[in-house]
């Protein structure tokens, strides 16, 4: 799992992300498609749905607002997790927590924050190609600029009429394309709404 006991320095971040994606590798080259999934304000709570929804994918991006280690040390069971610290991620396993990263997998450049509002300078300057964040809790695919932003909403306790989703990143080098898993119960735990991809 890729969850510090003291803050990464961007190599350190770089080895371990390396380290943890090489357990799926095999996968990736039989697809050429590396698939992330990506969730978001839990706030403790980690849904049967979501388990589901994230089963089979080569990374998890939590984007803030975790609520425990214990949630991280679930999903990392999944996949290698990949997570920065929301505006409610408090005590020291927390403090460990990155407020933002930038990253390279499968030729496609993220960057993670947990506020959307507190991204700072251009991204596209940076040559990043997707911005994952959270925060509002409202899921959402958009292109803006040459830039795919993505948030999957909220996977925990549900907020006003707010639907419970997780989001599906799918990564080759020609670029990305992002889904919306909206949770419902039942047999199947998920349902795919609104599949986007570039331009």
Avoid at 85 to 95: K, Y
Avoid at 121 to 127: K, N, T
Avoid at 164 to 191: H, M, Q, T, W, Y
Wanted: proline share 6%; net charge positive; hydrophobic share 45%.
């Amino acid at each position: 799992m890729l969850v510090p006991e003291r803050p990464l320095g961007k190599r350190r971040l770089e080895r371990l992300h390396s380290t943890g994606m090489e357990r799926s590798a095999r996968r990736r080259r039989a697809s050429g498609t590396t698939v992330v999934g990506v969730i978001a304000d839990t706030h403790g709570l980690l849904r049967p749905e979501a388990v589901a929804a994230l089963a089979f994918v080569d990374l998890i991006v939590h984007a803030g607002d975790i609520g425990s280690a214990a949630l991280l040390d679930a999903l990392a069971t999944i996949a290698p997790v990949l997570a920065v610290r929301g505006n409610n991620d408090r005590g020291r396993w927390a403090a460990a927590l990155p407020e933002t990263v930038t990253t390279e997998i499968a030729g496609v450049r993220l960057h993670v924050v947990h506020d959307l509002k507190t991204l700072r300078g251009d991204p596209a300057a940076l040559g990043v190609d997707v911005v994952i964040s959270g925060h509002s809790h409202k899921p959402r695919v958009e292109h803006r600029s040459g830039l795919l932003l993505l948030n999957p909403g909220s996977a925990g306790p549900r907020r006003f009429s707010l639907p419970i989703a997780v989001a599906r990143l799918s990564l080759r080098r020609s670029g990305a394309r992002a889904e919306i898993v909206e949770l419902r119960r039942g047999l199947d735990g998920a349902k795919v709404r609104g599949a986007v991809s570039p331009p």
